[in-house]
T-cell receptor
Framework: ETGVTQSPTHLIKTRGQQVTLRCSSQSGHNTVSWYQQALGQGPQFIFQYYREEENGRGNFPPRFSGLQFPNYSSELNVNALELDDSALYLC????????????FGPGTRLTVT | EDQVTQSPEALRLQEGESSSLNCSYTVSGLRGLFWYRQDPGKGPEFLFTLYSAGEEKEKERLKATLTKKESFLHITAPKPEDSATYLCAVSPPNYQLIWGAGTKLIIKP
């Protein structure tokens, strides 16, 4: 069974640029959630996708957007990057949208300069 | 407002010295409380789900308990490999997890 994978591992961008982060869900999981984790903090929920539809969104502006594909892989897109966007971005997959067990990938460390 | 507070922020123990981590929560309509372990540079690893007050779960040297306002993660005779940040999260009815900031646990040999 393949776990959750994310790419890239690290990324450095300049303020104002756009970035796309990718996530491959665990086999058999149809739901993916994205989180932002600042240093020394717990994860903050960005949004969740269930069967290619957004299924809930946290308190993040519209410049954070996502996609889920038929094979349940997913993308997180962030436009007009700001310095405060520097964080670890985590994706987690689960069997269903109401499943309590979420399996996390290793994260993408984004640095905005 | 739904929120989760974990204490202490950091805890240093000697190998074999048992202790407890606290997770206090305020949430309307709790669906579940979760404990995760996070190693540096990695994503959180699922440990336990607790659904109702009085419930207990155990795994190796870890035991999680739940009351109506807080949860405890008890660590018995810890080993250096138990060193990690332990995160607590709660699920309100919309299933959007709300996380605490974590407790960084350091076990010295």
């Amino acid at each position: 069974e393949t776990g959750v994978t994310q790419s890239p591992t690290h990324l450095i961008k300049t303020r104002g640029q756009q970035v796309t982060l990718r996530c491959s869900s665990q086999s058999g999981h149809n739901t993916v959630s994205w989180y932002q984790q600042a240093l020394g903090q717990g994860p903050q929920f960005i949004f969740q996708y269930y069967r290619e539809e957004e299924n809930g969104r946290g308190n993040f502006p519209p410049r954070f957007s996502g996609l889920q594909f038929p094979n349940y892989s997913s993308e997180l897109n962030v436009n007009a990057l700001e310095l405060d966007d520097s964080a670890l971005y985590l994706c987690a997959s689960s069997v269903t949208s109401s499943s309590y067990e979420q399996y996390f990938g290793p994260g993408t460390r984004l640095t905005v300069t | 407002e739904d929120q989760v507070t974990q204490s202490p922020e950091a805890l240093r123990l000697q190998e074999g010295e048992s202790s407890s981590l606290n997770c206090s929560y305020t949430v309307s309509g709790l669906r579940g409380l979760f404990w995760y372990r996070q190693d540096p540079g990695k994503g959180p690893e699922f440990l336990f789900t607790l659904y109702s007050a009085g419930e207990e779960k155990e795994k190796e040297r870890l035991k999680a308990t739940l009351t109506k306002k807080e949860s405890f993660l008890h660590i018995t005779a810890p080993k250096p490999e138990d060193s990690a940040t332990y995160l607590c999260a709660v699920s309100p009815p919309n299933y959007q997890l709300i996380w605490g900031a974590g407790t960084k646990l350091i076990i010295k040999p």
